[in-house]
């Protein structure tokens, strides 16, 4: 396994810590949102070897993305957006877009009214949201260095 260095462990333990104390607040009556909403709808689109992920955001909301597994490539078509990773703090403002490595995880505050799209393979033309996500997002960090050992 690739060595991981001290701010990418430290990043990645802040992000699993967020993550606990976003479920616990929810059960507090905080809101939590997970996945497709009226607050962050997703819109799904098929071509062939391809999936597009397009999600809005409001201005003053907070996403804790997924960890991809792969790399991919990410479009920001209206808005601005602030975008923390392991590497630190990245501004966007639309229109761009970043290739986004595999095994990152980020959290995303939309400074405006944001509408960004994920760009994925799809080698299986698969439609099927469920399918495509167990190929295509890893759980948790764990699970993406050991599918990434299993791809050596």
């Given at each position: 396994m690739d060595k991981?260095?001290?701010?990418t462990i430290d990043f990645r333990k802040s992000v699993?810590?967020?993550?606990?104390e976003l479920k616990d607040q929810a059960k507090n009556n905080i809101e939590l949102v997970v996945g497709d909403s009226d607050k962050f709808p997703l819109k799904h689109t098929f071509a062939h070897g391809?999936?597009?992920r397009e999600m809005k955001m409001e201005k003053d909301t907070f996403v804790l993305g997924k960890i991809h597994q792969h790399d991919h490539v990410w479009f920001l078509l209206t808005?601005?957006?602030?975008v923390e990773t392991e590497n630190g703090i990245e501004e966007y403002i639309a229109p761009c877009y970043v290739k986004a490595s595999g095994g990152t995880q980020r959290l995303?505050?939309?400074l405006k009214h944001s509408i960004f799209v994920n760009v994925h393979t799809?080698?299986?033309?698969?439609?099927?949201?469920?399918?495509?996500?167990?190929?295509?997002?890893?759980?948790?960090y764990l699970e993406y260095e050991k599918?990434?050992?299993l791809k050596l």
């Open positions: 991981l260095s001290k701010s699993v810590d967020l993550e606990h391809v999936y597009v808005g601005h957006l602030l995303i505050r939309a799809n080698p299986d033309n698969s439609e099927n949201i469920e399918e495509l996500e167990s190929q295509i997002i890893a759980k948790n599918n990434k050992q």
